[in-house]
């Protein structure tokens, strides 16, 4: 009898499990209901996306100019390495030269 009890209690907690996941599916699927802001509340809030804005725009900027920073960058090392590069491939063909 312990077995059918115990069976009964973890059937009972699986479907008040499964019930309260069914009521949190419900709520979030339920639209939000707007709080009514204060004039103070949306200055700040439009100073503070003002602010955002500007932060975002310097970080892009930043980002762009570091970008051709590093394509300046890679041009010069590949210049670089061409270079070396020739003058090796040239190296032997004069020391054959002067043979």
Known sequence: MFNITAM???NQ??????RERIASFIQADQPL???QL??????TLKAASSR???LLA???????ARSTE???EEVRALSDAAGRLDRL???????KAKS
């Open 8 to 10: 009964g209690d973890e």
């Open 70 to 72: 590093f394509k300046q």
């Open 89 to 95: 491939l040239k190296t032997p063909r004069q020391e």
């Open 58 to 64: 310097r970080i892009a900027e930043e980002e762009r």
């Open 33 to 35: 209901r707007h709080k």
């Open 13 to 18: 907690s699986r479907d008040r499990d499964f």
């Open 52 to 54: 955002l804005d500007q």
């Open 38 to 43: 204060s004039e103070e509340e949306r200055q």
